[in-house]
């Protein structure tokens, strides 16, 4: 896919103890997680690092029967998915529908007409790990 994917947009971590791990990669790798929100549709508490162009997200759920919570029970502790910035949703998505990729969901889910979007590749195309594509939308100006 040489030409496909701009950048590693995102690295997400999931974990149980989100303020100890954070607390981890602060004090290891001198990291500042100055950003934090919560995503209420997946009860998901998120808290950021920028590293270059890269965003580092450490996880962690905020209810028992939520996403992160279920992968951590699966899964245990560990890298959630990568996120790649795409040149070009619609041709990527293409390309990996004629190639069997199973995604999720089927198509993009888009954040207005112009505004960004973003489709995961589900983990058993990829040999166990969740690939989430985010074409930025267009840009104004």
């Known amino acids: 896919m040489a030409g496909m994917i701009?950048?590693?947009?995102?690295v997400v971590l999931a974990v149980e103890d989100q303020d100890k791990?954070?607390?981890?990669?602060?004090?290891?790798?001198?990291?500042?997680?100055?950003?934090?929100?919560?995503?209420?549709?997946?009860?998901?508490?998120v808290?950021?690092?920028?590293?270059?162009?890269?965003?580092?997200?450490?996880?962690?759920?905020?209810s028992e029967n939520a996403v992160i919570a279920r992968f951590i029970r699966d899964r245990g502790e560990g890298v959630h998915h990568i996120a790649f910035r795409v040149r070009d949703m619609d041709e990527i998505v293409t390309r990996l529908r004629e190639k069997g990729?199973?995604?999720?969901?089927?198509?993009?889910?888009?954040?207005?007409?112009?505004?960004?979007?973003y489709i995961f590749v589900h983990p058993r195309s990829l040999h166990g790990i969740m690939i989430e594509l985010i074409w930025p939308g267009k840009k104004e100006g």
């Open 6 to 10: 701009e950048n590693i947009e995102e």
């Open 21 to 45: 791990v954070v607390a981890l990669f602060e004090d290891l790798f001198d990291l500042e997680f100055k950003d934090s929100w919560t995503v209420p549709a997946d009860n998901m508490s």
């Open 47 to 62: 808290k950021c690092a920028h590293i270059g162009s890269t965003m580092f997200h450490i996880v962690s759920s905020m």
């Open 101 to 117: 990729v199973k995604l999720v969901p089927e198509d993009p889910i888009s954040l207005g007409p112009s505004g960004p979007s």
